[in-house]
């Protein structure tokens, strides 16, 4: 049974999963309160499951981008966890995960998060199968800054349309839009929360293929500060 954290923003998930599927899974909006919340609902999970920690035999966890706090929040979880049982550790990006949802349909992805100071990270991705592969480097910037970076990039992209997909209020999916105007497609809003249950199919297809992480090293990713693209 593998236990799959993710802290990365203000909305947090955690999922337990087998050779079946999902076992359980718990999605919520902290409000930055992941300390006196990740605990109880994990408790909580694990007994509605039937599932207890001498079940685990695995914990992945998302890495980044995302919130310092909350980052650091679930990997201290997770290596705790994998330190305390002897397990192996699955760091996955965060947006990797957000990706993962959309694996089984044709368009061309991109996956964004808030990453806090009016800032937003992104990463495109292709659907290959069962699962996606990441093309080229972080985007990242505010949201104009966003928006004409994600311009420059399909200019070059013969694809016609890229499915948008991710955590991102209504004034971005709107500055998007109106800046890319029949080239985007926004993933519903319902499909946008970042469910673990993708995350821990990540990190259970990479532990089958012994792409572990190392408990000593394993490190959150964080956008860095000194420069913040802007709109051209």
């Known amino acids: 049974m593998l236990l799959a954290i ?9 999922a337990l999963f087998d050779e079946n599927g999902v076992r359980g899974e718990a999605t919520w909006r902290t409000r930055e309160n992941h300390t006196t919340s990740l605990m109880p609902e994990l408790i909580r999970l694990m007994r509605l499951s ?5 079940s685990l035999s695995a914990v992945a966890v998302a890495t980044g981008p995302g919130s310092f706090t909350g980052l650091r929040i679930g990997l201290s979880l997770a290596k705790g966890l994998a330190l305390a049982r002897g397990l192996p550790l699955i760091g996955v990006p965060t947006l990797d995960g957000v990706a993962q949802a959309f694996a089984q349909q044709p368009l061309p992805l991109c996956a964004m998060l808030e990453v806090g100071r009016g800032r937003y990270a992104a990463l495109c ?5 069962q699962y996606v592969e990441r093309e080229g480097d972080y985007i990242i910037g505010d949201v104009e800054g966003l928006a004409a970076q994600l311009e ?6 013969s694809s016609s349309r890229v499915l948008v997909c991710g955590e991102v209020d209504a004034h971005v999916r709107s500055t998007l839009l109106a800046r890319l105007p029949g080239r985007l497609e926004l993933a519903q809003l319902a499909t946008c929360v970042r469910r673990a249950g993708y995350l821990a199919q990540l990190a259970w297809h990479r532990r089958q293929l012994d792409q572990l992480s190392d408990l000593d ?8 500060t000194t420069s913040l693209p802007q709109a051209i």
């Open 152 to 157: 420059t990039r399909l200019l070059t992209d």
């Open 50 to 54: 039937g599932v207890t920690t001498e």
């Open 125 to 129: 991705y292709r659907p290959r199968g």
């Open 217 to 224: 090293t394993l490190a959150p990713y964080y956008i860095p």
């Open 6 to 14: 993710d802290t990365a923003t203000r909305a947090a998930s955690l």
